[in-house]
């Protein structure tokens, strides 16, 4: 998923810092130790801004300040990957104590609703939250950015024991279990309009999807813990992964059936005009 570029002082706002907070400690990057007179000058702001500002940074870490009595107090900025590492220690911390809280009130419930899902992170930490659960059989049709992008998670599930299936759209990632899908090889590749995932897990919840082909948006997601539609879609991804592997045979007498053999209205509305 690619990141867009931001500003170094919005790298800190995006943080949870104020403005302030943030262009402070970019000056003290960009300048090196400073008094918070000096400081005052450099952003721009009445010194009593800044020296609260500077006190601020000071208590989260983000800032040093000299103790050399003799002199005027001097302030230093940490360097980025020690700060950034200190934030990460502190969120890993505060979000271990919140969900040990927020998990002691949630009482999970099946209410075989369909539910929209209109982030694209949200789509990839479900599909994960699920590959993490599944506990007999997983069986997925993913693109192939989509299946590096989740390869952790559905290796992790083989390593438990987990019986785990799915089509390989390049021929590198074929396997048992995972038959190489030739024929949608520069469909899946060229033409289709976004990055395709359909996961179902222990036939009782499916999650389809289709995200922009730089994963930043989504184009139509769905998930539902219905275990009646989502052992019907069990029953077709399980289908389809075995008919993948029967038309290896050219001999294969219904492979006009496939999406690729009819090209059905449904298909030639979904892809792009070609001349």
């Known amino acids: 998923m690619k990141l867009e570029p931001i500003a170094p002082e919005g790298a800190l706002t995006s943080l949870g810092f104020t403005d302030l907070e943030s262009r402070i400690y970019c000056e003290l990057l960009r300048?090196?130790?400073?008094?918070?007179?000096?400081?005052?000058?450099?952003?721009?702001?009445?010194?009593?801004?800044?020296?609260?500002?500077?006190?601020?940074l000071t208590q989260k870490g983000a800032v040093l300040v000299s103790d050399d009595a003799s002199e005027k107090r001097t302030y230093s900025p940490l360097p980025p990957?020690?700060?950034?590492?200190?934030?990460?220690?502190?969120?890993?911390?505060?979000?271990?104590?919140?969900?040990?809280?927020?998990?002691?009130?949630?009482?999970?419930?099946?209410?075989?609703?369909?539910?929209?899902?209109?982030?694209?992170?949200?789509?990839?930490?479900?599909?994960?939250?699920?590959?993490?659960?599944?506990?007999?059989?997983?069986?997925?049709?993913?693109?192939?950015?989509?299946?590096?992008?989740?390869?952790?998670?559905?290796?992790?599930?083989?390593?438990?024991?987990?019986?785990?299936?799915?089509?390989?759209?390049?021929?590198?990632?074929?396997?048992?279990?995972?038959?190489?899908?030739?024929?949608?090889?520069?469909?899946?590749?060229?033409?289709?309009?976004?990055?395709?995932?359909?996961?179902i897990i222990d036939g009782c919840e499916y999650l389809v999807a289709q995200l922009s082909k730089d994963m930043a948006s989504v184009l139509n997601a769905v998930w539902t813990d219905s275990v009646f539609l989502s052992c019907v879609f069990h029953s077709a991804v399980a289908a389809d992964i075995r008919l993948v592997a029967l038309r290896a045979d050219p001999s294969d007498p219904l492979r006009h059936l496939s999406l690729q053999g009819a090209t059905p209205p449904g298909l030639r509305r979904l892809l792009p005009a070609t001349e």
């Open 31 to 56: 300048h090196g130790p400073a008094s918070g007179y000096r400081l005052s000058q450099l952003v721009g702001k009445a010194p009593a801004n800044v020296y609260q500002g500077l006190a601020t």
């Open 81 to 199: 990957r020690q700060l950034l590492g200190l934030l990460r220690t502190a969120f890993d911390r505060r979000s271990t104590g919140a969900l040990d809280a927020l998990e002691r009130v949630h009482e999970p419930s099946s209410d075989e609703r369909v539910y929209s899902i209109h982030s694209a992170p949200q789509v990839i930490e479900r599909a994960r939250d699920m590959l993490n659960r599944a506990d007999e059989i997983v069986l997925f049709d993913f693109f192939p950015q989509i299946y590096d992008l989740l390869r952790p998670e559905v290796d992790a599930a083989r390593t438990r024991g987990v019986t785990v299936a799915g089509i390989a759209y390049e021929e590198r990632y074929a396997e048992p279990g995972m038959p190489f899908n030739r024929e949608s090889t520069e469909l899946v590749g060229s033409r289709w309009p976004g990055l395709g995932l359909i996961l």
